[in-house]
């Protein structure tokens, strides 16, 4: 399997530093193939420029090379920090100027019956995507009732909009809480419990999100049908 493990945070010693080699070493020992891009080190520009918005495309050096990594793999994990509920600002604009038109958006023609290759299809179908995330609360503090919000609430606009919108298949996240408490022993069990996702990464069972040219949405307005989960509101109601 090709791997690539998409990875942000500017400190190489962090938790995440040592939870991103132990997932590198873990996978090749396995057999398999694994990129890393590395934002921090790479010092990756998360600025997108005029000359690379859609009316003056120009696709420059280091966006073609994270596209090409996309291309190669099977697997793409996306590793960070939860920072202000969402990825840093570094992994965001990688998205952003990664996912050129025509790559990670307006795929596909629009008709009264289909609505473009996205939610399901598009550039990047076929493969597996799956975020690992580390949180200073604790879990109960993403809980449903919890202070900081359910955290599939939280996640679902990067799971369903930035992975699954061009295709990709999304596994449940690996998630580590109380971040900032890891002792040797915790530090033990959470890389055997990761070491068990990446073994499974092939097999493990996706977020079953609705494809949106399957018959669920009214299109164009893009609405569930009438008779689709009609109890279910919000983001629960695209999973099928």
């Known amino acids: 399997m090709n791997v690539l493990i998409v990875y942000a945070h500017p400190e190489p010693r962090s938790l995440n530093g040592a939870l991103k080699d132990f997932a590198v070493q873990h996978l090749r020992a396995a057999g398999h193939a694994v990129q890393v891009s590395d934002l921090y080190a790479m010092e990756w520009n998360a600025t997108l420029a005029a000359s690379e918005i859609p009316e003056r495309v120009h696709h420059r050096a280091d966006i073609l090379r994270e596209q090409e990594k996309l291309r190669w793999a099977d697997t793409v994990i996306f590793q960070f920090p939860l ?42 179908s076929g493969k597996r995507a799956m975020l690992v995330v580390t949180a200073g609360g604790w879990e109960s503090h993403y809980s449903p009732r919890g202070i900081n919000g359910a955290v599939d609430e939280l996640l679902f606009p990067i799971h369903h909009g930035i992975l699954y919108y061009p295709g990709m298949e999304v596994l449940p996240p690996f998630l580590v809480y109380k971040a900032r408490s890891m002792g040797e022993q915790r530090f033990a069990a959470i890389t055997e419990q990761l070491g068990q996702r990446l073994d499974t990464l092939a097999t493990t069972p996706p977020i079953p999100y609705r494809r949106q040219n399957h018959g669920d949405y009214d299109i164009p307005a893009m609405i569930l049908k009438a008779d689709i989960a009609p109890a279910a509101s919000g983001f629960a109601a695209h999973l099928a």
Do not use: N, Q
């Open 83 to 124: 920072w202000w509920f969402s990825m840093p600002a570094i992994m965001k604009g990688w998205v952003e100027r990664v996912y050129t038109l025509g790559f990670g958006y307006g795929v596909g023609e629009h008709s009264d019956r289909r609505w473009g290759d996205r939610y399901g299809e598009g550039t990047l």
